[in-house]
């Protein structure tokens, strides 16, 4: 089924992991898309692979000229731009001791900045249609956080407030906002070396009610609804891919059904 036919989406961070999963699945369901990305070799590949409904451009999403540019360029090709994913992001583990300013600003730069330019920058463009949809990938971290994610989960809490203040000033331009939470996903910037968890991954998932890892298909599969027609009526929201864990988490010495 086609849910998104005709429509022009930018993917960014679209060469790997949730982004190429979310690429793949939008070029299948009819949409024209632009990655964005600095891994220039595969995701030239993978926009090869797909043929003549999806082009590769280097985006380096902390770039406000870069943004311009691929905007400009989905629109020369396509002729307009319905979907922003803004899915770019980095990770940095450390202890507050240990993260330095630079290591902070950095991850701030690209998880925090760049999305807010990828919003300007679709902006006139979605208002001249009247219409679009802007998906941000927060993360389970945008609701809770850990020990060591201090600078990661300022960001994506961050993207969460920015997500809200977008979608109530551009609701009454047709534009809806929105942001999707994933928890743990079997990805290469979460240490993923294969293409499917294996039973050792899903292990290390057991305290969570679904009791394994996430596949970026799973999230790929919430961007699409937020993509199409079906969420017309969702802005301003989270949307949480994470098998449980934001609930809680179970305790083995309760009894189970």
């Known amino acids: 089924m086609d849910r998104l036919s005709n429509r022009v989406a930018i993917i960014t961070g679209g060469a790997r992991g949730m982004g190429e999963a979310t690429v793949r699945l939008f070029v299948e369901q009819g949409a024209n898309v632009v990655i964005g990305d600095v ?17 590769y451009q280097h985006l380096d999403v902390t770039s406000e000229e870069n943004w311009t540019r691929v905007v400009d360029f989905a629109v020369a090709e396509f002729g307009r731009v319905d979907v922003l994913v803004n899915n770019a992001g980095i990770l940095h583990i450390a202890s507050v001791r240990d993260t330095t300013a630079a290591d902070y600003q ?49 960001t994506k809490w961050a993207v969460r407030g920015m997500t809200k203040a977008a979608a109530i000033e551009l609701g009454p331009l047709g ?56 969420s017309s009526y969702c802005t301003g929201s989270e949307f949480v891919v994470d098998g449980g864990w934001n609930a809680g988490q179970r305790m083995a010495q309760l009894p189970m059904s």
């Open 39 to 55: 891994l220039d070799e595969p995701g030239q590949r993978l926009a090869d692979s797909l043929g003549e409904r999806c082009r």
């Open 106 to 154: 950095k991850v701030i730069a690209v998880n925090q900045v760049g999305p807010f330019l990828g919003i300007k920058a679709v902006l006139d463009v979605m208002k001249g249609q009247g219409a679009g949809s802007i998906i941000n990938i927060s993360s389970l971290e945008g609701l809770q956080s850990k020990n060591g994610l201090i600078a990661y989960s300022s």
């Open 175 to 230: 534009i809806r906002v929105n942001s999707v939470h994933p928890g743990g996903i079997h990805t290469p910037m979460g240490g993923a070396t294969t293409s499917e968890p294996s039973e050792a991954d899903d292990a290390m998932y057991q305290e969570v009610p679904l009791k394994r890892i996430g596949r970026p298909i799973e999230v790929a599969n919430m961007s699409l609804f937020l993509a199409s027609d079906e």
